[in-house]
């Protein structure tokens, strides 16, 4: 897997949930427990820890103390548009080299 694979990932759920921003986001996700919101935050709050993790600090022996809080206020679009602020693609960025 590499940032590619992200990149179609994200896509893909931006082109299946991008025409249902206007419904009701507090349904649940079948046949997850956690609701729409609730999930497409998590995948938000992923793809910031991948970025963080793999692509820019590159620690050596744990995991970057960080976390994406998606506001409760949040509208459906917003939720999206949090998801694609915090993909982070590769291409753009050298990569940054290790001491």
């Known amino acids: 897997m590499d940032h590619r694979d992200v990149d179609a990932a994200v896509a893909e759920m931006l082109r299946v949930l991008d025409p249902h ?4 986001s507090t349904m649940p996700a079948e046949p997850l427990e956690w609701t729409c919101r609730h999930t497409a935050a998590h995948i ?3 793809l910031l820890a991948y970025a963080g993790q793999q692509l820019a600090a590159q620690p050596a022996d744990a995991y970057l103390p960080i976390d994406l809080n998606v506001r409760p206020t949040a509208s459906p679009a917003e939720v999206l548009q949090a998801v694609t602020a915090a993909h982070c693609s590769p291409a753009p960025w050298p990569q940054p080299t290790r001491p």
């Open 21 to 24: 921003t206007a419904k009701d």
């Open 44 to 46: 938000g709050h992923d």
